[in-house]
């Protein structure tokens, strides 16, 4: 294992502006499928930052006999409209920190719960695939976040250990993974602050990705 420095990345809410989009789609399309609109809140809280294997198994506890696949699929048509339509940005300060931490010699990584070749074209289309080593996605192993899995696999990929690495995370489920896979977690909230339970598990709780900047500077 090297001693490069390294940063891995979530990807929904941290790179990519899309969690609030996918949140709304979801609960818009399962309205109108006759779901209650407050269990479809709680299920896209809850399932932030997890795979889809999880995040079907969710709601079909809370909606015993739903299509699953049927309403996730119809949201993803929308979701890439959205995307070829350019109306999907990228987070504020993701080509900055990204052009600043490779002329500073990190390795980039990404540890998302979406599939690979998903995540792999979003991250062509906005133009930053080119500044990652490795990708590593939900659809590579069997255990979700909150689990450390993940993370294991992408610092492993990196040829690197956790320990002195960084995350940076938006979700709770993200934060309890790269927290218990060793590295030093880097909370940018998006769409819910972090509770007592989560500040504790970070090193950082910073209002933006031009701030993890600032942060990484002095260290």
């Excluded at 996730?72 to 409209?81: A, C, I, N, P």
């Excluded at 080119?130 to 255990?143: E, N, S, V």
């Excluded at 993200?174 to 970070?202: H, K, N, Y």
Aim: net charge negative; aromatic share 8%.
């Amino acid at each position: 294992m090297c001693k490069k420095r390294a940063v891995i990345f979530d990807m929904d809410g941290v790179i990519i502006d899309s969690e609030q989009l996918i949140m709304r789609l979801m609960i818009e399309l399962g309205v109108a499928r006759g779901l209650d609109r407050s269990k479809l809140e709680l299920a896209t809280r809850n399932s932030l930052g997890v795979n889809r294997v999880v995040e079907k198994k969710m709601y079909e506890e809370l909606f015993p006999g739903i299509d699953y696949d049927e309403l996730h699929g119809s949201m993803g048509k929308l979701y890439w409209e959205h995307l070829y339509a350019g109306k999907l940005p990228l987070k504020p300060g993701v080509f900055e920190l990204l052009e600043w931490l490779k002329s500073h010699d990190y390795l980039i990584a990404l540890a998302t719960s979406t599939k690979e070749e998903t995540a792999r074209k979003e991250l062509e289309l906005l133009g930053v695939l080119k500044y990652f080593d490795t990708l590593t996605c939900g659809d590579m192993l069997k255990k979700s976040k909150p689990e450390p899995d993940i993370y294991l696999m992408a610092c492993d990929s990196l040829g690197i250990e956790p320990a002195g690495s960084f995350a940076v995370e938006d979700s709770f489920n993200g934060v309890r993974s790269a927290s218990s896979a060793g590295l030093f977690t880097i909370m940018v909230p998006d769409l819910i602050q972090p509770t007592e339970e989560i500040r504790d598990l970070t090193c950082a709780v910073l209002p933006s990705l031009h701030d993890v900047i600032e942060y990484l500077k002095d260290k």
